[in-house]
Structures are given as structure tokens and as C-alpha cells.
């Protein structure tokens, strides 16, 4: 049972090494081949749609049932500055947000982030989310009508609607655009935006005709280029959605949609957009209307994705009118805002709000159905999202991530301490019955049955679970990978800073020893780069297991000598965030440790390790 217990720790250790060897060995330079092969296949498309006179690369080509309408043609590629210059517009700006909104189609096609640069620099661009069509980056959302029978002409992507001299888009100033087609149809929309990232367009259709008019709501966000960074398996990006409000979440990555393009069924309520590792768009269709939704990937012409929906068509009479109330989220994947958007009125949503606090009491509660999915929290999101809220409670009243990580450690720690308490007290007890164990060993030689027998007696007699120390490591991993999503994925550790030259807690340390930390005017290779704090965090995992006498067996003794050194690179390409929380953590465990072993009378054995790690043999010893 002993060498159960040890083979089943090497085993757990084993398994978390491969899955940093594959993250380190593996996804690391595939990542990296990725990027280079999009920059690649992107210029190539580029060239392509250059010398290809092809359909309108604004056009959102077919819909699910019906052919969406076609925009205007021979559009070319030009400077962003250019391209808003272009056509008029309406300005928005609002605590979160800053752009325009394209009159030509009623687009949402030039949309930055006021919150947030592209780099830790302050000075640095602002984040941009939407581009006009005629870019190189387009990326738009835009919202229409097919005609029907009756209909006339419904405004599309080549419509040029009206708005009053001088409006502006703010939180407290809605913008109302009109369009009178030729069949005594007009279109009244009515643009509000809250203090964040939802706009809420209210579409009222008046028929003054003579005859009932039908005509289908349809929506889409359509973006030209994939981002220039793949992402890692830890986090979605492309193509997601609730499609019904009693269903769950449908994902679908940009590269299986460019192999082929994805019909959804049939819904009513519910979201669809497309999401990347911190920002995200999305359509709210009116929601008590069914409508046909898609993901698709376009060659013709320009290449793009696009998600996109149409509703069933809606009739008119004469002399009446009818309205329609869509959302459009375009902004960052703040958890509060998210998370108030799709916030409900139970005792559990209160809680999450009541937690969470700051954005989200100023957040308008649109409950859109489970708009909080637009996060991935993962498999563990049960870990995850707890976490993140523990986290955010304490970076909200001290002000450092880094900080709060730390704190977030000693609370986790502080919940396994039990475990803790009984993995070392098992531990003590193991250590205590070694004399009897060598006996019976003794007495039943090669007979192992007989020996298990008697060993499981003696467990029994001493009220001994020789397994009991392996839980406290195995409840650990889950934790261990829920902080990891954590870090990687939401926004608010992008850009937080800890103390010293870690400027973000979400990328890697950007010391590296091959420079002497900064001293040399190089940075020599990409595989060598190990930070200071992939160092402190490989000293502290050396120690804690110097903590424990050397296993016998010589493979064990040797992976007990060199796993430190292989996390210590590993890790070095790791978000610093979980570094240090791995440096910390450890530290707290030696402490917590020897704590609990004295209480049980084993002896520590960190200081006679070391001692013998570097003691030099005898004359008389070596041969």
C-alpha cells in the first residue's frame, strides 16, 4: 500500500507535467505557427479579392430562407480615416464607447473601447472594435429588413437613412433615424446605448398604403479577418450563441466554419455574435419572434464570417404600425456588465450582483437568456467563476490583482487546511507504523497476498487510510487550472499590474536570466526566457519538496530531483498572475507543512535534505 500511495502521487505528478510539456512542447509553437499562417493566408486572401471583381464585400450574400439584399458594388479598400469620412454619420460617445454610427445602412462599423489600449502604455491606441466596410479589417453590425409582398423597398445595407442636423449618441441622448420607401412604408429607429456596450434599437414600422405590407427583420455581425493571435484550447473564440431562451450555449470555432458554414434551427429567444478572448459582439433579435440563424465563412469576393439571423416576417396593415426592439452588445467581456446583463431577479442572481457590485448596480437589467455564456468559464466553471468573484472582492478594496491573488491563495488554503491536516496526519501516522510494516515484510516474504492482508489489518487496527494524503493533491489540479482560466480569460487581469516591473498579470514575466534580468542590451532565444518570478516559484516548489525524505527507488529519487528545475521553464511562458499565485502558494504550504507535522510529531525534514543534497561524501565512501 505504500508503494501504492507512492506510485499514485508520481502518477498525479506525472499527469500535471505532461500537460504543461504539452503546453510548453506543443501548443506554445503552434500557436506561433498559427499566427504566422493566418498573417500568411490573410495577405494571400487580401491579394486575391484585389485582382477578383466579385460581389459586394459588404453584402451578407443568403439568408437561411431568402436571399438577405445585396449592397452597394465596387467598393474598395482604403484607410479606416478615409473610409468614415466617406459617408455621413452620427457621432457616438459615451463613458465606455467612442465612434459613429454609418448612415448608409444605419451600421455600427466604427466602435472604440475609451477604457482600454493596446498595450500597458496608456499613450497607446485605444482598442478598435468595429470598422467600416471598406477596410481591410472590416467588422460591422448591422440590422435590416427584406421586403415582402406590399413592402416596396426595405432599407438594407445601401440605404441612406435621415437623422435631425447634429445628433449625437450618448447615454442620455437617443438618436431616431427615419426611411420612407416608395411603397408608403416608414422605418423609425429609435438608437439608445447604456453606460457600457448595449445599444437598443427600436424599429416602428408605419404602413400609410394602401395595402399590408410584410416584411423580415434580419441582423448581422460580419467580420473580415480572424484575430492575428490563434487562441489556446483553454478559451473559445469565434462563433457563438444561445439559440432559444430555454437552450444552452452553441460554440463553433472561425476554423470549422471556414470549412463549412453552420444552419441553426429553428429558435425563439436567445443570442448569437462573435466573441474573441476579450472583446465580443452579439445580436439580441426580438425575442418573441422566431427566426433562422447562421455562422458562415464567404470566398465570394472579399472573405469574411459572419453571424447573422432573419426573422419571420411581420404584416402591416394599412394605417397601422408595428415595433420591434433589438439589442446589439458590442464591447468588452467585463464580468459585472456581462453578468448584469443576463442578470436575473432570484435569490442567485442577487447574490452573484450583490457580490460582484460596483458596474453592475448601474447595469440595465435586459435579462437577455444566459448572455453571462458570452464568458468562458470552462469546464470548471463551478471553480472558476467563485474564484474570480473572491478575487474581485478583495481587488476592489485594496486596489492590486497581484494582491488579491495572494489573499484569494490564503482563503483556498485556508478552506483545505482539514484536508491538509489530515494528508500530513496520515503521513505521521505511515511514518510511526514503519517498524511493524518491515516486520510483517519480514515474516510473509513473497507471499504478497498474504502481506496485503496483514498490512490492510494493521490500517485497520491503527485507523490508518494510507490514501487519505492524496486527496488534498487531487481537489488541488481543478483549483490549480480554475485560477489558470481565470487569468487567461478575463478582461479584468488584461494590463493589471502587481509590484515592480510586472506591468500584467496576464502575460508572462518579462525578465529573462539569459539578459541578467535587464543588465545586457539582448534577449536572447524565446525557449530560454525564464523570468525572476519562474525562478522564486521553482526555489519554493524545490523546497517544498525537500520537505519529505528522497524516495529509494532511483527514478523517483531522480523526478523528485528534477521536477522544480522542468516547472521552473514550463511555467516561465506562463501569465505571471499564476506564477506568483504557484510561488505563494507554495511557500504557504511549507509553512502550513511543518506546522501540522510538528503537531504530529514528524520530523521535519527540509533542513537534513538539504544538508545531505550538498554534504560531500567521506574519502571512505566513494569509490
Known amino acids: 500500500m505504500m508503494d501504492n500511495k507512492r506510485n499514485y502521487m508520481i502518477a498525479i505528478g506525472l499527469s500535471v507535467l505532461i500537460v504543461l510539456a504539452w503546453q510548453f512542447l506543443y501548443m506554445n509553437p503552434r500557436i506561433e505557427a498559427q499566427r504566422k499562417a493566418t498573417e500568411a493566408a490573410q495577405q494571400t486572401e487580401l491579394a486575391a479579392a484585389k485582382d477578383k471583381p466579385a460581389a459586394d464585400p459588404t453584402a451578407p450574400a443568403g439568408s437561411v430562407q431568402g436571399a438577405l439584399p445585396a449592397g452597394a458594388q465596387g467598393s474598395q479598400e482604403m484607410s479606416r480615416d478615409d473610409a468614415i469620412a466617406k459617408s455621413a454619420r452620427v457621432e457616438i460617445e459615451t463613458p465606455a ?13 466604427d466602435l472604440k473601447l475609451k477604457e482600454y489600449h493596446e498595450t500597458v502604455d496608456k499613450s497607446s491606441p485605444l482598442i478598435t472594435l468595429f470598422n467600416p466596410s471598406d477596410t481591410a479589417d472590416g467588422y460591422f453590425a448591422e440590422l435590416g429588413y427584406i421586403a415582402g409582398e406590399g413592402a416596396g423597398s426595405a432599407p438594407g445595407p445601401a440605404t441612406v437613412w435621415a437623422a435631425p442636423e447634429g445628433a ?5 441622448t437617443p438618436v431616431t433615424l427615419t426611411y420612407t420607401n416608395d411603397a408608403g412604408l416608414t422605418f423609425s429607429r429609435k438608437i439608445s446605448i447604456d453606460d457600457h456596450y448595449m445599444f437598443t434599437v427600436e424599429d416602428t414600422i408605419s404602413n400609410s398604403g394602401t395595402a399590408a405590407a410584410n416584411v ?15 487562441s489556446v484550447y483553454v478559451i473559445h473564440e469565434g462563433f457563438l450563441g444561445v439559440l432559444g431562451s430555454n437552450n444552452g450555449l452553441t460554440e463553433e470555432k472561425y476554423s470549422a466554419i471556414e470549412k463549412e458554414s453552420m444552419t441553426n434551427a429553428k429558435a425563439t429567444g436567445g443570442w448569437l455574435g462573435i466573441t474573441d478572448k476579450y472583446w465580443a459582439s452579439a445580436l439580441v433579435p426580438p425575442q418573441g419572434v422566431a427566426y433562422d440563424s447562421r455562422f458562415s465563412h464567404f ?12 426573422n419571420d416576417a411581420v404584416a402591416i396593415a394599412p394605417g397601422q404600425s408595428t415595433t420591434l426592439k433589438t439589442l446589439v452588445f458590442a464591447g468588452a467581456k467585463e464580468v459585472p456588465v456581462v453578468d448584469g446583463y443576463a442578470r436575473d431577479d432570484s435569490w442567485f442572481g442577487k447574490l452573484f450582483a450583490s457580490v460582484l457590485g460596483g458596474k453592475s448596480e448601474t447595469i440595465t437589467n435586459y435579462s437577455v437568456p444566459r448572455f453571462d455564456l458570452l464568458i468562458d468559464w470552462g469546464w470548471f466553471y463551478f471553480f472558476t467563476k467563485p474564484m474570480f468573484m473572491l478575487m474581485d472582492f478583495f481587488f476592489r478594496h485594496i486596489g492590486n490583482f497581484g494582491v488579491a491573488i495572494l489573499l484569494t491563495t490564503i482563503v483556498v488554503k485556508g478552506l483545505f487546511f482539514p484536508l491538509a491536516s489530515k494528508q500530513y496526519a496520515s503521513m505521521a ?11 510483517l515484510k519480514e515474516k510473509f516474504g513473497d507471499d504478497k497476498m498474504a502481506l496485503q492482508k496483514a498490512m490492510m489489518e494493521l490500517y485497520k487496527t491503527e485507523k490508518i487510510n494510507p490514501v487519505a494524503g492524496c486527496w488534498p493533491v487531487v481537489l488541488q489540479i481543478p483549483v490549480f487550472f480554475s485560477l489558470y482560466k481565470v487569468i487567461y480569460i478575463t478582461i479584468e487581469m488584461r494590463h493589471a499590474p502587481f509590484f515592480g516591473w ?9 525578465t529573462t536570466i539569459v539578459n541578467l534580468f535587464g543588465l545586457l542590451p539582448f534577449d536572447g532565444p524565446a525557449f530560454l526566457h525564464l523570468g525572476i518570478w519562474p525562478i522564486i516559484m521553482g526555489v519554493t516548489m524545490f523546497l517544498q519538496m525537500r520537505m519529505n525524505p528522497t524516495p529509494p527507488d532511483p527514478t523517483q529519487a531522480m523526478l523528485f530531483t528534477w521536477m522544480p528545475v522542468l516547472f521552473t521553464f514550463m511555467l516561465a511562458s506562463f501569465p505571471a498572475g499564476l506564477v506568483i499565485y504557484w510561488a505563494w502558494n507554495n511557500t504557504l504550504s511549507i509553512m502550513q507543512q511543518s506546522i501540522i507535522m510538528k503537531r504530529h510529531g514528524v520530523k521535519v525534514e527540509l533542513f537534513d535534505n538539504l544538508k545531505g543534497l550538498f554534504r560531500r561524501k567521506k574519502p571512505a565512501e566513494t569509490k
Open 97 to 109: 464607447v467612442i465612434g459613429s454610427i454609418n448612415l448608409t445602412g444605419a451600421r455600427l462599423d
Open 299 to 310: 470566398t465570394d469576393g472579399k472573405p469574411r464570417f459572419q453571424a447573422d439571423y432573419k
Open 216 to 230: 423580415a427583420p434580419y441582423g448581422r455581425i460580419t467580420r473580415y479577418n480572424k484575430p492575428l493571435t490563434p
Open 168 to 172: 449625437k449618441l450618448t447615454q442620455e
Open 429 to 439: 501516522n505511515m511514518k510511526r507504523v514503519q517498524p511493524k510494516m518491515a516486520e
Open 502 to 510: 510586472i506591468r500584467d498579470l496576464s502575460a508572462p514575466d518579462p
